[in-house]
């Protein structure tokens, strides 16, 4: 090991399990306390629409909303806090809101309309170019783009290069605003350290995001400044891998002695506090009115939904609950080097875990990359920080995603350097254009079985199959399950084709487009198609159910013979009633999470199809990559309540399971037995991914032995080809109590699909629902 990973290994032993500094213990009190703060939010910032204005591109008048509103947004800083810019402002009971000056006539948004979007189409499964910044600052972009409009370039790219510069100069102002705020409060100090860091990061403002950064500092207040501005203006993204840009500067400080350990780990922990500044807890009336409408307007929406969401959930007030803390700021940590595959774990790595494991908050969601050579010191410090509970970090396995991507054409280099955007799904930072679509698999399975309708209100949502009776091998029903899987992947597919690019017409996002690969060298904003990778994921729901529910009708009704498909039909029209015994016979035959032989085999059957299918629309579909994955993200009880009963003995609406994971029950040998299944499903054909959550009691993960087993788990993970892993840690017990004192556990999280939550904060279906699956095993 040479000497910078020695220090690193030092390092991380002597860090995990340290103490917060005083300021960030107070500071974790203060962002407690914010989230019982109402605050007003700030919603009128004018309009750019004038008559010098009206002859102008939309695009430009975009530019001109972002840059007037970065001009009028408040700036400020928490008292005691080291980095400038908020969304929230604790003491004023402020609060910002992504809102814009009017830019666009009213016969712009019309026609937006006609296509599904608006101005408000903003965007968050996306991670801009945070290095690009950092490396060049805002003048060397704008370079980028002043040196572009020097070529003979049509309209259209003419007037995205010089909305991208208006945009930068936007940021730029929204940078020297604080700059001057900081410097003006930094005269009327009487406590001199506090003084003296006001002036630091008045300083970093004054210096950088403008120009390149130079130090740790500067680098962290430029990267959130950036992130801030990005909210602002509507655009809710995901911060890639900060470990690989920022630790060039640390490092760098570390080894001039500009910083030591500590002060390093103290920045560290402000930077990442200040993603939860914006964190609320309650709801006032206002609120929950809110929330009441957008129930109904779900409710409307779903029944009359149409091909691009077909067999999708029903949304309720619960789901929109479930994530009212969350913002897409995901970040990664870990993993490889682009450039050789080599390990990419460094000091900023290590520090951003400790903070993690510290702090205890929800934001940013912690993602880590490990792989066959991740250091076994990194290893034992993920665990001792998954013991602090709430799922966090999810675990990525370079070994299979790298493979995966590469399956799809991405070139290695590009493939390594993957992180995750708001949620879980891969994409490659600061180059990618990310949209997801979602198949409900179980529904497709159920439109089969049942004339191409829905079981949950009859409507026919999908050309008729035929009469399952007529189904007379067990092959012809999967081809039937997967010409359904076929039939809406392709429409989804050529809804996105169609519609992707029209985004541009009402809005365009001069400023995010500054900041990723492509759009400044193509000539075109990033709704244009200007980035260098678009990604349309697919995203299939209730698989483990589908795997489940072909098991039991291969064995009951074309091995077995027990019975016919004309009599499963039935059963599923009545929900199983008046089938008791057929019910517990479907119930138990084999299921994915077990290690049997039989569903492992038809799990992977599955995935191969479902890759083949995706495969090709991505072949025939120039200009756009179709990539496949599976999950439900946090909406499992949702996805379940619009789907009908299933042949594996589900019952209408019951929930399905989270992302990748097995059904309620079917854990009959553990976590050990339901990832030896997982591993077994061909997971190098879902470059998107396919997470499995695991629960696991306090107890098996106390002390140093509970450490030692976490990383045997992570390590066997890696060896049996697993692509990605959550695991919360929580007892059924500490969950009932948290139901019942909720004021004594405020910072109990729980994994929600692609994001975490407090646990006291869910609705109490939400609750119920995690308490029963903490005590399966499974999250």
């Known amino acids: 090991m040479g000497m910078a990973g020695r220090k690193i290994g030092l390092y991380s032993e002597r860090i995990v399990e340290s103490?917060?500094?005083?300021?960030?213990?107070?500071?974790?009190?203060?962002?407690?306390?914010?989230?019982?703060?109402?605050?007003?939010?700030?919603?009128?910032?004018?309009?750019?629409?004038?008559?010098?204005?009206?002859?102008?591109?939309?695009?430009?008048?975009?530019?001109?909303?972002?840059?007037?509103k970065l001009s009028l947004a408040p700036a400020g800083i928490w008292d005691n806090q080291i980095f400038a810019g908020c969304y929230t402002f604790k003491n004023e009971r402020l609060a910002n809101s992504n809102t814009l000056p009017f830019y666009?006539?009213?016969?712009?948004?019309?026609?937006?309309?006609?296509?599904?979007?608006?101005?408000?189409?903003?965007?968050?499964?996306?991670?801009?170019?945070?290095?690009?910044?950092?490396?060049?600052?805002?003048?060397?972009?704008?370079?980028?783009?002043?040196?572009?409009?020097?070529?003979?370039?049509?309209?259209k790219s003419r007037n995205f290069l010089q909305a991208a510069i208006i945009s930068l100069e936007g940021l730029n102002i929204f940078a020297k605003r604080h700059s001057d705020m900081l410097y003006k409060k930094a005269e009327t100090m009487v406590d001199n350290r506090w003084k003296k860091e006001l002036i630091r990061a008045a300083d970093a403002l004054a210096k950088c995001p403008q120009n390149p950064a130079t130090t740790y500092f500067e680098a962290c207040q430029a990267t959130w400044l950036l992130h801030l501005a990005f909210q602002l203006t509507g655009n809710y993204l995901a911060l890639g891998r900060p470990d690989q840009y920022l630790n060039p500067y640390l490092e760098a400080d570390l080894m001039s002695g500009g910083l030591t350990i500590a002060e390093a780990q103290e920045i560290t922990d402000c930077f990442l506090l200040k993603f939860n500044e914006r964190a609320v807890d309650n709801f006032v009336a206002a609120q929950q009115m809110e929330l009441d409408r957008i129930q109904r307007e779900n409710e409307e929406k779903w029944r009359m939904r149409s091909l691009t969401d077909i067999g999708q959930q029903r949304y309720n007030v619960r789901d929109t609950i479930d994530a009212v803390n969350h913002w897409n700021q995901n970040i990664i940590v870990g993993g490889v080097k682009p450039e050789d595959g080599s390990d990419a774990t460094n000091y900023a790595s290590v520090m951003i875990v400790e903070s993690f494991r510290r702090l205890k908050m929800t934001n940013p969601v912690l993602s880590v990359r490990i792989h066959k050579n991740t250091p076994d010191w990194f290893y034992r410090q993920i665990a001792v920080t998954l013991k602090t509970g709430g799922g966090l970090p999810a675990i990525y396995n370079d070994e299979v995603i790298v493979k995966s991507y590469t399956n799809f054409g991405i070139e290695e280099k590009d493939a390594r350097d993957y992180a995750n955007n708001g949620?879980?799904?891969?994409?490659?930072?600061?180059?990618?254009?990310?949209?997801?679509?979602?198949?409900?698999?179980?529904?497709?399975?159920?439109?089969?079985?049942?004339?191409?309708?829905?079981?949950?209100?009859?409507?026919?949502?999908?050309?008729?199959?035929?009469?399952?009776?007529?189904?007379?091998?067990?092959?012809?029903?999967?081809?039937?399950?997967?010409?359904?899987?076929?039939?809406?992947?392709?429409?989804?597919?050529?809804?996105?084709?169609?519609?992707?690019?029209?985004?541009?017409?009402?809005?365009?996002?001069?400023?995010?487009?500054?900041?990723?690969?492509?759009?400044?060298?193509?000539?075109?904003?990033?709704?244009?198609?200007?980035?260098?990778?678009?990604?349309?994921?697919?995203?299939?729901?209730?698989?483990?159910?589908?795997?489940?529910?072909?098991?039991?009708?291969?064995?009951?009704?074309?091995?077995?013979?027990?019975y016919t498909m004309s009599q499963l039909a039935d059963a599923l029209d009545s929900n199983f009633a008046g089938y008791r015994e057929m019910h517990a016979d479907f119930s138990n035959c084999p299921k994915y999470g077990s290690n049997d032989p039989t569903a492992n085999e038809m799990g992977e059957r599955v995935i191969h199809q479902y890759y083949e299918i995706m495969k090709k629309i991505d072949e025939e579909t120039p200009g756009m990559k179709f990539m496949p994955g599976v999950g439900t993200?946090?909406?499992?009880?949702?996805?379940?309540?619009?789907?009908?009963?299933?042949?594996?003995?589900?019952?209408?609406?019951?929930?399905?399971?989270?992302?990748?994971?097995?059904?309620?029950?079917?854990?009959?040998?553990?976590?050990?037995?339901?990832i030896q299944s997982f591993c077994h499903m061909g997971l190098e054909m879902l470059p998107l991914g396919s997470p499995i959550d695991v629960g696991m009691a306090e107890r098996y993960v106390a002390g140093e032995e509970g450490t030692t087993?976490?990383?045997?788990?992570?390590?066997?993970?890696?060896?049996?080809?697993?692509?990605?892993?959550?695991?919360?840690?929580?007892?059924?017990?500490?969950?009932?109590?948290?139901?019942?004192?909720?004021?004594?556990?405020?910072?109990l999280r729980v994994r929600m699909g692609g994001w975490s939550a407090y646990f006291t904060m869910l609705s109490g279906e939400q609750q119920e629902h995690h308490i029963k699956k903490s005590e399966m095993g499974i999250f």
């Open 423 to 562: 949620c879980w799904e891969v994409l490659l930072p600061g180059r990618t254009d990310f949209y997801f679509l979602k198949l409900n698999a179980l529904k497709c399975l159920e439109w089969s079985l049942n004339h191409g309708a829905c079981h949950v209100d009859g409507k026919m949502e999908v050309p008729d199959q035929g009469n399952p009776a007529d189904f007379i091998t067990f092959d012809i029903l999967f081809e039937k399950l997967m010409e359904n899987i076929r039939y809406v992947a392709e429409g989804a597919a050529v809804h996105m084709k169609n519609t992707h690019p029209l985004r541009s017409t009402v809005a365009p996002t001069p400023l995010l487009s500054a900041l990723l690969d492509g759009p400044i060298e193509n000539g075109r904003d990033m709704t244009d198609l200007g980035t260098r990778f678009v990604i349309g994921g697919t995203i299939a729901e209730g698989i483990s159910h589908v795997i489940d529910s072909l098991c039991a009708i291969d064995k009951l009704v074309y091995k077995d013979k027990k």
């Open 104 to 155: 666009a006539f009213e016969s712009e948004r019309l026609e937006g309309e006609k296509h599904g979007f608006g101005i408000y189409s903003m965007f968050g499964h996306i991670s801009p170019d945070y290095p690009r910044l950092l490396k060049l600052g805002i003048s060397g972009i704008k370079a980028m783009a002043e040196e572009r409009l020097n070529e003979q370039l049509p309209d």
């Open 709 to 747: 087993r976490l990383v045997g788990l992570l390590k066997s993970f890696v060896d049996l080809k697993g692509n990605m892993l959550t695991i919360s840690v929580a007892d059924v017990s500490t969950l009932k109590k948290a139901q019942e004192h909720p004021e004594n556990y405020r910072d």
């Open 633 to 674: 993200f946090s909406w499992f009880i949702a996805v379940g309540e619009g789907t009908g009963a299933s042949a594996d003995g589900r019952l209408l609406g019951e929930a399905v399971a989270s992302n990748f994971s097995p059904s309620v029950g079917a854990m009959i040998n553990g976590i050990t037995g339901a």
């Open 19 to 68: 103490v917060p500094s005083d300021r960030v213990e107070s500071l974790i009190t203060d962002v407690h306390q914010n989230m019982d703060i109402a605050k007003t939010s700030i919603s009128d910032y004018g309009s750019v629409m004038n008559e010098e204005t009206k002859g102008l591109s939309l695009i430009v008048r975009k530019a001109m909303a972002e840059k007037q």
